[in-house]
Nanobody, 115 residues
Framework: QVQLVESGGGLVQPGGSLRLSCAAS????????MGWYRQAPGKQRESVAQ???????DYDDSVKGRFMISRDNAKDTVYLQMNSLKPEDTAVYYC?????????WGQGTQVTVSS
C-alpha cells in the first residue's frame, strides 16, 4: 500500500498564490507517476497537472502558465505551485500516485479563492 499526505490548501484572494505538497510513503516502487486532480462542487474530478518519474509534465489548458508541478524523487514528494489564482480554481485538490496499474489517492485539500 501507498499512503499520500497532502498539505498547503487554504483560503486565498484572487491573484494570490498557494503551494500544495503531497508526500508518498509505504511500498513505493519505481517508476512512480504523480499528479494533481481537483473537484469543484457539482462537477466531476478533473486532471490539473501530471508529472512522470522522469520529470515530463502535462497541464490542463485552464492552468497552463499559472500552475507548475514539480517533484523531489528523494522525498517521493510532488508539489503544485499555483499562481494568479482565480475563483474558478476553487475546489478540493487531490494528489494521485500510480505504480504500474495501481492508483492511489490522497484525502484531498481544500483550495478556496475568494475576496
Amino acid at each position: 500500500q501507498v499512503q499520500l499526505v497532502e498539505s498547503g490548501g487554504g483560503l486565498v484572494q484572487p491573484g494570490g498564490s498557494l503551494r500544495l505538497s503531497c508526500a508518498a510513503s509505504g511500498n513505493i516502487f519505481r517508476p512512480l507517476s504523480m499528479g494533481w486532480y481537483r473537484q469543484a462542487p457539482g462537477k466531476q474530478r478533473e486532471s490539473v497537472a501530471q508529472i512522470t518519474s522522469r520529470g515530463s509534465t502535462d497541464y490542463d489548458d485552464s492552468v497552463k502558465g499559472r500552475f507548475m508541478i514539480s517533484r523531489d524523487n528523494a522525498k517521493d514528494t510532488v508539489y503544485l505551485q499555483m499562481n494568479s489564482l482565480k475563483p474558478e480554481d476553487t475546489a478540493v485538490y487531490y494528489c494521485k500516485a500510480q505504480i504500474a496499474f495501481n492508483i492511489y489517492w490522497g484525502q484531498g485539500t481544500q483550495v478556496t479563492v475568494s475576496s
